[in-house]
């Protein structure tokens, strides 16, 4: 009897120390990192806030990180190893870039599309009425760089239209080329359609004609790489389902 009394209490000794094995079992779960990080164009800034938390709100615990910049500068911080979950390009060439290099899981999927148009401030006081005027010396011109997808296009449409542009300045985003026209650094610039009707009354703007020869589409894409391959996943179909397509035609993007 005494064995058997020794053998139970420490059996009774055992269940709570298997109690707390199976606690710590179960610990680690709820402290899974729960932030998606969604590396974006910048031309995608309006768009992908306001998915952003609609994305929160149907998926309780979870933070969307949006980080935005040219798609080349972001490119290069994915193939450095920058962590991130999915990015969403404002053009195919860079995209195009971390496939080559195995960088993407599955393949990318278009789900908008964009093109240029001259914008102003205001006044425009350039006196600013085609892209002709782009290539006058006298007015300060902004453009993006030639890498980025808004410099590339803007080179194209300038070849389309037969014209020679003078700018001032390269900027790196899209954004850059606009803060510099509303803050008045600059006489006039090419940015998205999207990113000029999101300005709304800051700027003034002018058609170009050719634009519709020169049109960007955008991909997306989940990282191979991504610590939250689930989340990216969803991610994705939200911004090429439904929803998203309504909030980026609100915007002024086109289907691809």
Do not use: H
């Amino acid at each position: 009897m005494k064995r058997l009394a020794t053998a139970a209490a420490a059996a009774a000794l055992l269940l709570p120390l298997a109690a707390c094995g199976n606690d710590d079992a179960v610990d680690p779960r709820a402290d899974v990192d729960s932030t998606l990080v969604v590396y974006a164009a910048a031309s995608l800034k309006g768009t992908f806030t306001e998915l952003a938390k609609e994305f929160e709100a149907a998926n309780e615990g979870v933070t969307v990180q949006l980080s935005f910049g040219g798609s080349s500068d972001l490119v290069s911080q994915i193939s450095e190893g920058a962590p991130a979950d999915v990015f969403a390009s404002a053009d195919e060439k860079n995209m195009d870039t971390l496939v080559g290099d195995d960088l993407v899981a599955g393949d990318p999927q278009d789900f908008a599309s964009n093109t240029l148009v001259i914008v102003t401030p205001p006044d425009n006081p350039g006196d600013v009425t085609s892209l002709d005027d782009l290539a006058d010396p006298d007015l300060d011109v902004v453009v993006c760089a030639p890498q980025v997808p808004c410099g590339s296009a803007a080179q194209k449409l300038a070849t389309a239209a037969g014209v020679t542009l003078a700018p001032d300045s390269e900027e790196q985003s899209v954004t850059d080329v606009l803060t510099k026209v509303t803050s008045g650094e600059a006489d006039a610039g090419l940015v998205y359609v999207t990113d000029a009707k999101g300005a709304g009354d800051d700027v003034r703007t002018v058609d170009v004609p050719q634009a519709s020869q020169v049109v960007n589409t955008y991909p997306i894409a989940v990282l191979s790489d991504a610590k939250q391959p689930s989340l990216a996943r969803d991610w994705v179909e939200l911004v090429t389902g439904s929803q998203g397509q309504k909030v980026l035609r609100a915007a002024g993007f086109a289907r691809p």
